[in-house]
């Protein structure tokens, strides 16, 4: 049926590979499949799963929402809405203040784009050759063009400008024209497999924007809310953007939600044209009550702790997985954002299968198939971390030639 009426495509190339998912219980670190076998999701939909799959005090805030409110009306002030946005104000760093709320994170990218044109009254929009931020006209137009193109909706060149990661000089060459309203970038690129920014790479890049007047927007779409050990992905790297986005955990799986956090001083257009910018669903009330909750969760102090801990455990027994398997060989990690590259350009496609085959679900990154995402819900413990690696051996035993 799903063939026949939603996403043929999608079906056929998850077939081709020995994949048939479809997804019954889940709960926790854990999914089910229709005949009930258990896996471990380490794909988490690229973090919605941050907390793991129906968080119990997060269902109670829905269902207690539910039971008062529903979506809201987004042209009027509601306390969720306003509650949440002072939280995100407190919690996000520098002079982050406004909030416009979305449901996704592609609309929440073109917000920030916007925003920075509007702010800067500059048209271009610089960002990574193999960055991921959605699949809206503007957002799509933000990452690698293959979708952009297949769609024909590429925007000019005068629009769009893409730069290779850790590439410090081209960054500058394209800015010093004092054209681009503003970079953004993934904290650490998702669908391009996790390579990591090199020491200083980000923060020059945000002393490049300063220099010739770009705005920095930070994607923290999939490094956000605490994965990195710390709440934002971006102050690991010691740097404070002009706008910051955040999205998929913020609905702690249950509700969409996404939001785009702006600086005070760029945020002007939120006062001279309060219609700027209008979304039915963004900042729906029952998503807003459960994001505030995912906020506290996430930024407690405890749990970031724990985090940075078992992330280093995960992280010697992949290494000590790749001193004795050499088809593993490279681990990208920060906290618990992890990339796996292997020794085969598909080496990700087999790793995926051979791990559903022992009891995990894991994603290749879309970008480089010979690298796998690799993230485990934030909530990591010792019996956890010893289960996936004595799965990964398995699959890695299965694969290597
Ligand atoms: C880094 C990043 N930004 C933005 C998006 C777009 O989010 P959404 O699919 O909610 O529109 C994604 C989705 O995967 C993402 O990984």
């Known amino acids: 049926m799903a063939r026949k009426y939603v996403c043929p495509g999608k079906i056929d190339t998850f ?6 998912l ?19 999701d380490l794909h988490i939909n690229g973090g919605v799963f941050n907390l793991g799959h129906r968080h119990p005090e997060l269902i109670a805030i829905l269902v207690s929402a539910l039971g008062k409110t529903d979506i809201g009306n987004h042209h009027f002030a509601s306390e969720a809405r306003v509650l949440l946005a002072r939280k995100l104000a407190e919690k996000t760093p520098g002079d982050l203040h406004y909030t416009v709320f979305a449901a996704s994170g592609s609309e929440a990218v073109d917000i920030a784009v ?3 044109r509007w702010a800067t009254k500059r048209r271009q929009i610089v960002s990574l050759d193999k960055g991921y931020h959605g699949s809206t006209g503007i957002s799509g137009n933000v990452g690698d063009y293959k979708n952009i193109d297949y769609f024909l909706s590429r925007g000019t060149k005068e629009e769009y400008a893409h730069v290779p990661f850790n590439d410090l000089p081209a960054m500058e060459n394209i800015l010093s024209r004092e054209e681009a309203a503003a970079v953004i970038m993934e904290t650490i690129p998702a669908t391009y497999g ?10 020059g890049v945000k002393e490049l924007c300063h220099k010739y007047r770009s705005l920095y927007i930070a994607d923290e779409v999939q490094t956000g809310l605490g994965r990195t050990g710390n709440l934002w992905g971006v102050t690991t790297f010691g740097v404070i953007p002009d706008i910051l986005i955040t999205g998929k955990g913020l609905s702690g799986g249950v509700y969409p939600i996404s939001a785009t956090v702006i600086s005070e001083k760029y ?4 006062t001279e044209n309060g219609f700027g910018h209008v979304s039915t669903f963004g900042g729906a009330e029952p998503g807003c009550q459960v994001a505030s909750r ?44 992890i990339g796996l590259k292997y020794d085969d350009p598909l ?9 559903y085959e022992n009891g995990i679900w894991a994603m290749i990154a879309g970008f ?34």
Not at 267 to 270: E, K, N, P, R, V
Not at 297 to 305: G, Q, R, T, V, Y
Not at 379 to 394: G, K, V, W
């Open 22 to 40: 479809v997804i019954g219980k889940r709960e926790g670190p854990y999914i089910f499949d229709a005949d009930g076998k258990k896996l471990i």
């Open 267 to 270: 945020g002007g257009w939120l």
């Open 347 to 355: 080496g990700a496609v087999s790793m995926c299968k051979a791990l």
């Open 294 to 337: 995912v906020l506290d969760i996430c930024s407690d102090s405890a749990l970031l702790a724990s985090v940075r801990r078992h992330a280093a455990i995960l992280g010697e027994g992949f290494a000590d997985l790749k001193g004795r398997y050499p088809f593993l060989k490279e681990i990208r990690q920060c906290g618990l954002v």
């Open 368 to 401: 480089d198939y010979s690298v796998m995402q690799c993230k485990p819900w934030i909530f990591l413990d010792r019996p956890l971390i010893d289960d996936i690696l004595a799965r990964f051996e398995e699959a890695l035993k299965a694969c290597t030639p």
């Open 114 to 116: 916007k925003t920075a």
């Open 194 to 203: 996790f390579p990591l920014p090199e020491d200083g790479y980000l923060k």
């Open 15 to 20: 077939g081709q590979i020995g994949i048939d």
